[in-house]
């Protein structure tokens, strides 16, 4: 008996292709570019393309971006290192100084020249509704800033004098602290700290005239340099109705509390 035979079709298998798995992206690090162009070049060259100043008293805040500030500290303290290594300084053994260089970096970026990266204090204003126009005096106002030439600590009090009308705005008391702040969290020179006070408050609450006086101990007259510890400066800036008219400026003088 014949046997019948099965044709049978071949099955063609159709390779599969493999998908590539996909790999996490690793950030950038966080003190440079994705170019590896450190952080403050990057920063710099962002101001200097604006044609912007960027000295030590000036705010650079618009030039920042987000998350860009932790990327700063740590340039910093790279940086921060290298000098203790040129001060010839044991970091790896010597356990109080392990960690100074990132310590050092965050309190000049984020604390003692934080007014520098941070944008200024938001502002509610009032409406002068009552149409106050007595002398207001605001002080003595704690301040802590430091010295662009030595980067020693300035040590003081601020008084603020403001003669408003019924055009000026009012502004809560714990503002003139925090703008004072801001513009003190800087490298300084007192002689021009207390003229940006005065430009600022001027600009804000338009007042018919501001004055402002401060006393400060400066370290780098104290703790370095002559060595005095008995010296301090004391300097004032007068705009408006306080510079022309001498009544008010012995009024607002007089009332200073220097005690």
Not at 41 to 63: G, L, P, T, W, Y
Not at 179 to 188: A, D, F, K, V, Y
């Amino acid at each position: 008996m014949a046997t019948k035979k099965i044709a049978t079709k071949s099955v063609v298998k159709t390779p599969v292709k493999k998908v590539a798995s996909v790999k996490p992206v690793k950030a950038a690090t966080t003190s440079k570019s994705e170019s590896g162009t450190p952080l403050s070049v990057v920063i710099r060259r962002r101001i200097e393309a604006q044609k912007a100043r960027f000295h030590a008293n000036d705010n650079i805040s618009k030039f920042i971006q987000p998350g860009e500030l932790e990327g700063l500290v740590d340039e910093v303290a790279q940086k921060m290192q290298a000098v203790l290594e040129s001060l010839v300084i044991d970091t790896e053994s010597d356990h109080n100084t392990q960690n100074t260089s990132q310590r050092v970096a965050k309190m000049f970026v984020k604390e003692v020249f934080n007014g520098r990266y941070v944008e200024q204090p938001s502002l509610t204003k009032f409406p002068n509704v009552s149409r106050l126009n007595e002398l207001m005096i605001i002080g003595p106002i704690t301040v802590r800033s430091a010295c662009s030439h030595h980067f020693c600590p300035i040590m003081g009090r601020v008084w603020i004098g403001v003669l408003p009308n019924k055009e000026s705005a009012l502004i809560g008391l714990s503002k003139y602290s925090r703008l004072t702040e801001w513009i003190m969290c800087r490298p300084q020179i007192q002689e021009e700290a207390v003229v940006e006070l005065a430009d600022m408050l001027e600009k804000k609450i338009k007042p018919i005239g501001v004055a402002i006086v401060m006393e400060a101990d400066h370290f780098c007259m104290q703790w370095r340099g002559v060595k005095d510890p008995n010296s301090r400066m004391i300097n004032s800036v007068m705009r408006g109705a306080f510079l022309k008219d001498s009544n008010l400026r012995r009024e607002f003088l007089s009332l200073l509390d220097k005690r």
